[in-house]
T-cell receptor
Framework: DAGVIQSPRHEVTEMGQEVTLRCKPI?????LFWYRQTMMRGLELLIY????????DSGMPEDRFSAKMPNASFSTLKIQPSEPRDSAVYFC??????????????FGDGTRLSIL | QKEVEQNSGPLSVPEGAIASLNCTYS??????FFWYRQYSGKSPELIMS????GDKEDGRFTAQLNKASQYVSLLIRDSQPSDSATYLC??????????FGKGTRLSVIA
C-alpha cells in the first residue's frame, strides 16, 4: 500500500515568495495532520483535519499560514509571504481515527523548506 | 497544556547492551501511547504502540506503561548500531491528537 505522499521533497525559495506544500494521505484514513519540525522546537502540530474539515488550527503560527483539504485524498499547506524563520521540515501524517483519534499516525517523507 | 517529556540525550550504549528510553506525560486521561523512531533526515516511523498497563514485547523492543505514574518506556535489547536514531514518545487521550515529546537521541557504539 502507498504511504502518505508529500511533494515537493525539497523547496528552496526567496523570502516573500508563496510556498505550497502538498500531501496525499493514505487511502481510507479520515484524519490528516500537518507538522513542522525544527531542532529547537521539535515536532509541532500546525493543524489537523477530520473528514476534510479543519478541527484545530491553533498551532498555525501566523495568518501567513493556511491549509486546505478539498477532498479526502489531497491537502495543501500554504505560506504567503514566506520568511526565513519558516525554514523547517514540514511533515504530513494521516491516521484512521475510528472516531476516537487513538490510532497511530503515519508520516510522509516530509518537505525540507529553505527560505533565503 | 498537555506535555510529554523526554530526556534529549544523547544516550550512548555499547553494542549488545540494553537501551532504556523514558517518557513522562502530564495528561492523566491519556489512553494511547506510541514510540516512533526517526533517523537523521528521515520521517518518524512507528515502532511500538501500547494501550494498557504492563509490558508489550515485539522482537527486540519492549514497551512498558505505568498509568499511575504517568510513565512509559521503551527497552531495546541487544542494541545495534542501526538502532542509533532519535526516539519520539507520543501520547493521546481519546479524541485529541497525538502530543509528541522532543525525542531522545540514542547512539549505539560498536
Amino acid at each position: 500500500d502507498a504511504g502518505v505522499i508529500q511533494s515537493p521533497r525539497h523547496e528552496v525559495t526567496e523570502m516573500g515568495q508563496e510556498v505550497t506544500l502538498r500531501c496525499k494521505p493514505i487511502s481510507g484514513h479520515d484524519y490528516l495532520f500537518w507538522y513542522r519540525q525544527t531542532m529547537m522546537r521539535g515536532l509541532e502540530l500546525l493543524i489537523y483535519f477530520n473528514n476534510n474539515v479543519p478541527i484545530d488550527d491553533s498551532g498555525m503560527p501566523e495568518d501567513r499560514f493556511s491549509a486546505k483539504m478539498p477532498n479526502a485524498s489531497f491537502s495543501t499547506l500554504k505560506i504567503q509571504p514566506s520568511e526565513p524563520r519558516d525554514s523547517a521540515v514540514y511533515f504530513c501524517a494521516s491516521s484512521l481515527g475510528g472516531g476516537r483519534g487513538n490510532q497511530p499516525q503515519h508520516f510522509g517523507d516530509g518537505t525540507r523548506l529553505s527560505i533565503l | 497544556q498537555k506535555e510529554v517529556e523526554q530526556n534529549s540525550g544523547p544516550l550512548s550504549v555499547p553494542e549488545g547492551a540494553i537501551a532504556s528510553l523514558n517518557c513522562t506525560y502530564s495528561d492523566r486521561g491519556s489512553q494511547s501511547f506510541f514510540w516512533y523512531r526517526q533517523y537523521s533526515g528521515k520521517s518518524p516511523e512507528l515502532i511500538m504502540s501500547i494501550y494498557s498497563n504492563g509490558d508489550k514485547e515485539d522482537g527486540r523492543f519492549t514497551a512498558q506503561l505505568n498509568k499511575a505514574s504517568q510513565y512509559v518506556s521503551l527497552l531495546i535489547r541487544d542494541s545495534q548500531p542501526s538502532d542509533s536514531a532519535t526516539y519520539l514518545c507520543a501520547v493521546n487521550g481519546g479524541n485529541t491528537p497525538l502530543v509528541f515529546g522532543k525525542g531522545t537521541r540514542l547512539s549505539v557504539i560498536a
